[in-house]
Nanobody
Framework: QVQLVESGGGLVQPGGSLKLSCRAS????????MAWYRQAPGKERDLVAS??????TNYADSVKGRFTISRDNVRTLYLQMNGLKPEDTAVYYC?????????WGKGILVTVSS
């Protein structure tokens, strides 16, 4: 059973930065695709950024130029978030595609507020 555990969330002021981490129970290169999604209160869960095993990245228009998805060579996926805005406030979820099976972390809250 693949496990994904997010960390690095919290409260940050507008314009600030946070770096989220997703620790996987498998080597990240075993996954076809990994991603970060987010869900704001009362809204659907949306894709923030994704990364394929071939290093192709994809970003939501709302975060392009501010967020960067990356991974290390072992078990961690990252999301560097700069220039944070109040509308970035949400629970952020780590996602992994392993074969034909998808896995989700439990999520971590990011709050952008002064």
């Amino acid at each position: 059973q693949v496990q994904l555990v997010e960390s690095g969330g919290g409260l940050v002021q507008p314009g600030g930065s946070l770096k989220l981490s997703c620790r996987a129970s498998e080597n990240v290169f075993n996954f076809n695709r990994m991603a970060w999604y987010r869900q704001a209160p009362g809204k659907e869960r949306d894709l923030v950024a994704s990364l394929t095993v071939g290093d192709t990245t994809n970003y939501a228009d709302s975060v392009k130029g501010r967020f960067t998805i990356s991974r290390d060579n072992v078990r961690t996926l990252y999301l560097q978030m700069n220039g944070l805005k109040p509308e970035d406030t949400a629970v952020y979820y780590c996602y992994a595609l392993f074969g034909v099976t998808t896995y989700w972390g439990k999520g971590i809250l990011v709050t952008v507020s002064s």
